[in-house]
């Protein structure tokens, strides 16, 4: 028992080291936030005026990343068709845009050549060892 109390008093005191030394809110980190913070308050407003006009082409990666996708739902699905989910022009067949983004994708990026096998139930909730059979 002691083996383990030894260095969990080390990490629970490098903790509150850390904790005091590097908090997790910071003036310069507060001011650096606030024009996201009223783009997104921007972007929240213009989901509830229809009046306003967006540019979703250009705004749905960060309507995405800041979790107004719900607000913008019934826009996305009664406006135009997105750039993002059109097809390239040019293709002589009317291919689904995101198998051609899939095939760029996996053209650029290969898959790896592991093989090693790892199995057991560790992520699915107990089990056995890594490399267990």
Do not use: H, Q
């Amino acid at each position: 028992m002691l083996v383990a109390a030894i260095p969990g008093g080390l990490l629970l005191v490098t903790g509150l080291i850390m904790t005091v030394a590097y908090p997790g809110l910071t003036a310069a980190g507060l001011d650096a936030a606030r024009p996201w913070e009223a783009y997104r308050d921007g972007l929240k407003a213009a989901a509830k005026n229809d009046d306003t006009a967006v540019d979703l082409d250009s705004a749905l990666p960060d309507i995405v990343a800041l979790g107004l996708g719900s607000a913008y739902r019934k826009r996305l699905e009664s406006g135009p068709k997105l750039r993002a989910f059109t097809a390239p022009a040019g293709l002589p067949l009317a291919v689904d845009p995101s198998v051609v983004n899939w095939a760029a994708f996996t053209a650029t990026f290969g898959a790896s050549s592991s093989s090693a096998t790892v199995s057991g139930g560790g992520a699915g909730g107990g089990g056995g060892a890594a490399g267990s059979t």
